[in-house]
């Protein structure tokens, strides 16, 4: 049986959320900023229709900037700090939205096949035969 909904939320369970099942992608991002935020290599990013995600509870925004100068709307819960959602113009305008795919209730399943800004990336970080390996983001919002 294939899932239509999937359910994730915050370290302290304030913000719970359900994406699309399965992703549209799933990307790591290993620009400087998603390094920062997420204490680790790269976010693992999953890519969902807008009008599909829902979300309960509150999420704080920090307006981040990208490498292009756009705005970056960076949504975390405002209690525990784990970060939910990146939002961005060019998202908004193609009716996507991006979600943290480690706040997941289940992510042993997470395969992601799209890497980008691998040229600030960890250089330890070795890429599976066949993804998509982009030195910086093309398409993404």
Known sequence: MTETKRAGGCLCGAVRY??????MMLVTCACTNCQKQSGAAASVVGV???????I????????DRAASGNAVYRQFCPECGSPIL???????????IFYKAGTLDVTADLVPTTHCWTSSGQKWVQYPSGDTVMVRQEGLG
């Open 56 to 63: 309960t509870g509150e999420l704080k925004t920090y307006e």
């Open 18 to 23: 359900e994406v699309p099942w399965p992703p």
């Open 86 to 96: 990146t939002d961005t113009l060019a998202a908004q305008e193609g009716n996507l």
């Open 48 to 54: 969902a229709p807008r009008d599909g995600v829902t």
